[in-house]
């Protein structure tokens, strides 16, 4: 990570934890209605978010809108380096990984691997109109979905942010993974201009 990357993460992420309590509330509602409007927004089968941490968009109100065949999914950091997955409803136990991240206290045995999901809605730290993502730094989302860089394997991979978090452009190294899109609080972004 270079000292650049390093900084503009830190601008980002007070970009957006500055944003009110309404805003960040309303923001969630437009969310929730532009990532259920998406083309390949799935019907049924597994899709996986994020528990919300440090400013990120909460996804708790597209959660409860899934389709009823929909199973929501959180992920689970797994000692080879990639995440897993676990169904998770709200009120089933959570335990903290080592970033202080809530995840779904499940047996190991029990986790869902990336390819099983239908969709899986990323956070990010910041992004550009071409869905090119900046995350956290720590390769966890590059590293599970690697395998949709040699094929086009499900799940579908769209990104969640306010949209004080875009610049206007973003390097995108040989590592990083493609998202089909990007939704925010008041834009979809799909490698064009904005929906």
């Known amino acids: 990570m270079t000292a650049d990357r390093a900084a503009l993460r830190r601008e980002l992420r007070d970009r957006r934890r500055a944003l009110p309590p309404g805003e960040r509330i309303a923001g969630a509602e437009r969310l929730a209605q532009r990532l259920l409007a998406l083309p390949f927004a799935p019907t049924s089968g597994y899709v996986a978010g994020y528990w919300a941490m440090d400013g990120e968009i909460a996804l708790h109100m597209w959660q409860l809108r899934l389709p009823d065949e929909c199973v ?45 999901m239908s969709l899986v809605v990323v956070p990010l730290v910041g992004f550009d109109r071409s869905c090119h993502r900046l995350g956290m730094g720590g390769g966890w989302y590059d590293r599970t979905f690697a ?3 040699r094929d086009a394997a499900p799940p579908w991979l769209a990104g969640a942010a306010f949209d004080v978090q875009r610049i206007d452009s973003l390097l995108r190294a040989d590592w990083d993974v493609a998202l089909d899109a990007i939704c925010t609080d008041s834009a979809t972004y799909n490698g064009t201009p904005a929906i």
């Open 72 to 116: 929501y999914c959180l992920p689970v950091l797994h000692e080879d380096g990639h995440l897993r997955f676990a169904p998770w409803r709200p009120g089933d136990p959570l335990v903290s990984n080592r970033h202080g991240i809530p995840e779904p206290d499940l047996s190991p045995d029990s986790l869902l691997d990336a390819s099983q």
């Open 147 to 149: 395998f949709r860089q």
